[in-house]
């Protein structure tokens, strides 16, 4: 097997391990990530109108996505605790799909990556999404989580080549 595509966090007796950085130099770090949560037309009507009883879906999945990407390292075992230097949650209502498109920016400047903390703000806002409407809805599907785009440290950039507004940013939460 090629190092370069050996798991990392794996030591040589197939051991879990945390990966160590204490070498590694210091640089801008960025992940984008995104997810969807595809809902009815009645529910996502309610979303859209504020009418969920719990309250305004879209601000409390942001504010837990946000809170999510800060507790990655406590959530996912070989992550190494990071300081965020910034995330931008966004929700999108996508009338056309039923759905409420979520993508999250992570950026700091350390020694690993931030994907995720990206990926765990999208699948914490999505569940939110999914427990203030469960209420009204049983059969709601969160799909697509997935890393959208990175950059920094040893390994480069990567850019999944496919939904553009999501890494634009060119979108804008509705509520």
């Known amino acids: 097997m090629d190092t370069e595509k050996d798991f ?13 950085v204490g070498e590694k130099p210091t640089s801008r770090r960025v992940a984008v990530a995104g997810a969807s949560v595809l809902v ?11 009418g969920v009883k719990k309250g305004d879906v879209l601000t409390v999945a942001q504010i837990a996505g946000i809170m999510g990407a800060k507790k990655t390292s406590s959530l ?23 759905a409420v498109d979520i993508s999250a920016s992570v ?24 427990d203030m409407c469960k209420a009204v809805q049983r059969d709601i599907v969160i799909s697509d989580i997935r890393l959208l785009q990175k950059s920094g440290g040893v390994h480069g950039d990567y850019n999944r080549g496919e939904d553009n507004e999501l890494q634009s940013g060119s979108h804008h939460s509705q509520r």
């Open 8 to 20: 990392t966090h794996f030591d040589s007796r197939g051991g879990a391990r945390m990966v160590y």
């Open 107 to 130: 950026v700091c400047a350390g020694k690993t990556g931030v994907e995720m903390e990206a990926l765990t703000a999208v699948s914490v806002a999505a569940l939110t999404v999914y």
């Open 40 to 50: 009815n037309r009645d529910t996502f009507a309610l979303i859209q109108s504020g």
């Open 76 to 98: 996912i075992p070989m992550c190494h605790p990071v300081t965020i230097d910034g995330i931008e949650l966004e929700l999108h209502l996508n009338e056309e799909r039923c």
